[in-house]
């Protein structure tokens, strides 16, 4: 069975630094991509970037390029999604996804963060 | 790269069919045929409901159908049920390896 586990609920303060992570089972996780959604509070869903675990080709939305970085460490099956300098404005939640090739057929459970002074 | 745009709300009786559309540009909708389909029940995590416009996962119901004409797709659930309550957001390729969701839809069924 496939699966995306996700690091737990993070409540930051604005200017610190998160790096979360989404741990693949039950398949080749070198073999697809996994991408990174943003969902913020009662809105809809953002596609932020994808990596290629096998290579660690990175593709980043316009949207937020610049203010994210999208990991993988293949040895250990995980992909990271981290910043560097929080904003409010990052509150919501996030979720890793598999991409099979044109959509995303599998979702972790989501990680609620939280920033906040 | 802007959202796609989807009706904030649609509803329908038990029974009933309705449609949902997802009306993009030549630059993502219109140019592929990769427009992807997700529920999401609240508090839960998207699932993959149709992908490559009509195609749909194993597991999903032969209920849930989609379809694009033109820079717009759109979904339809037939025989709507209770549990079909939920959100929906329609995905597309937007080339250079990146892809564009809609804002949303929320089902009701009445």
């Known amino acids: 069975e496939v699966q995306l586990v996700q690091s737990g609920a993070e409540v930051k303060k604005p200017g610190e630094s998160l790096k979360i992570s989404c741990k693949g089972s039950g398949y080749r996780f070198t073999n697809y991509w996994i991408g990174w959604v943003r969902q913020m509070p009662g809105r809809g869903l953002e596609w932020m970037g994808i990596i290629y675990p096998g290579d660690s080709n990175v593709r980043y939305s316009p949207s937020f390029q610049g203010r994210v970085t999208i990991s993988a460490d293949k040895s250990i099956s995980t992909a990271y999604l981290q910043w560097s300098s929080l904003k409010a404005s990052d509150t919501g939640m996030y979720y890793c996804?598999?991409?099979?090739?044109?959509?995303?057929?599998?979702w972790g459970q989501g990680t609620p963060v939280t920033v906040s002074s | 790269q802007s959202a796609l745009t989807q009706p904030p709300s649609a509803s329908g009786s038990p029974g009933q069919s309705i449609t949902i559309s997802c009306t993009g540009t030549?630059?993502?909708?219109?140019?592929?045929?990769?427009v992807s389909w997700y529920q999401q029940h609240p508090g839960k995590a998207p699932k993959l409901l149709i992908y490559e416009v009509t195609k749909r996962p194993s597991g999903v119901p032969d209920r849930f159908s989609g379809s694009k004409s033109g820079n717009t797709a759109s979904l339809t659930v037939s025989g709507l049920q209770a549990e079909d309550e939920a959100d929906y957001f329609c995905?597309?390729?937007?080339?250079?390896?990146?892809?564009?969701f809609g804002g949303g839809t929320q089902l009701t069924v009445l």
């Open positions: 996804t598999r991409w099979a090739a044109v959509a995303a057929d599998n």
């Open positions: 995905c597309s390729y937007a080339g250079s390896d990146s892809w564009v």
């Open positions: 030549s630059s993502d909708v219109g140019g592929y045929n990769f």
